[in-house]
């Protein structure tokens, strides 16, 4: 992995308020393991500033009650609700063989059948149906692709790039469009 890439933050979890007056607060993790998130030392802004340092967590509800090095007033924790919290990438442990985080995606060049370069992977959204593929075209615009082994059956990190199956099917233009029949 290129240094550049070791270097981007990623996003593993958010604050979520104060718990409490005693100086604790809550955190939402992101991760796969949800209490992995503690697992990467401290927690960053968006800009690399440490936010949080957690000394010990326990589970709450749907979150974590954190006790945090930092000592902030309830009031400063709570203005801070909705804070993105980051770690930096080279703090996550490899991927397997195989196995790759999906963050690792951004930037790869997109092939449409395996041969004809077509553009590059802008982001990886989920707008609640499972991931998508947003796909920055060559020829300009940009498309959605869903992230499933049949519409994307080749990620290949090393060489970084991913094959699409069928990506003219995904850039259909509106008038292009079947339209349902009418009664």
């Known amino acids: ?19 409490g007056v005693r100086g604790d607060v809550r955190v939402r993790s992101f991760t796969a393991d949800p209490e992995a998130v ?25 979150h974590f009650i954190v006790r945090p090095k930092e000592q902030k007033q309830k009031e400063d924790w709570d203005a801070m609700r909705g804070t993105l919290l980051y770690v930096p990438r080279a703090s996550l442990p490899e991927a397997d063989e195989d196995e790759f985080y999906i963050e690792d995606l951004v930037g790869l060049d997109v ?9 590059r992977v802008r982001a990886v959204q989920d707008f609640g149906a499972g991931d998508l593929l947003e796909i920055d075209l060559t020829g300009g ?9 049949a519409d994307v059956p080749v990620v290949d990190i090393a060489a970084r790039r991913v094959v699409v199956a069928t990506l003219d099917e995904w ?9 349902p029949p009418e009664a």
């Open 1 to 19: 992995m290129s240094k550049t890439a070791d270097n981007r933050l990623i996003v593993v979890g958010v604050l979520k308020g104060a718990h």
């Open 38 to 62: 503690f697992d990467f030392g401290p927690l960053l802004d968006e800009a690399g500033k440490v936010v949080l340092t957690p000394k010990s967590a326990r589970p709450g509800k749907d």
């Open 111 to 119: 092939y449409g059948g395996g041969s004809e370069r077509a553009g």
């Open 141 to 149: 615009g940009s498309i959605f692709v869903p992230f499933t082994l």
């Open 171 to 179: 850039m259909a233009a509106p008038d292009e469009e079947e339209t």
